[in-house]
């Protein structure tokens, strides 16, 4: 969690801004939530895996835009 919430803030992530996160595994999850917890906007999620994250999009996150992308073809 620690080395997500590093990238995070140094990749300037806070409210208001858009974040992606490359991979869809457990470091991606931390990713997600590091980005969440420093106010992005919006979450784009790059990975291979559509479950569980396809539930997460269906429903509204505390009011953070999460976009999964799963197919790179």
């Known amino acids: ?14 409210r208001g801004k858009k974040a992606a996160v490359v ?3 457990t470091v991606g999850l931390c ?20 479950t569980p994250w396809s539930s997460m999009a269906a429903r509204p996150c505390n009011n953070v835009n999460i976009i999964i992308l799963t197919s790179f073809a």
């Not at 919430?5 to 992530?13: F, R, S």
């Not at 990713?31 to 559509?50: D, F, N, S, T, Y």
């Open 1 to 14: 969690m620690g080395t997500d919430h590093h990238a995070a803030v140094t990749a300037k992530v806070n």
């Open 23 to 25: 991979g869809d595994g």
């Open 31 to 50: 990713g997600v939530i590091a980005a969440k917890r420093l106010g992005a906007e919006q979450i784009i999620i790059l990975g291979r895996h559509p």
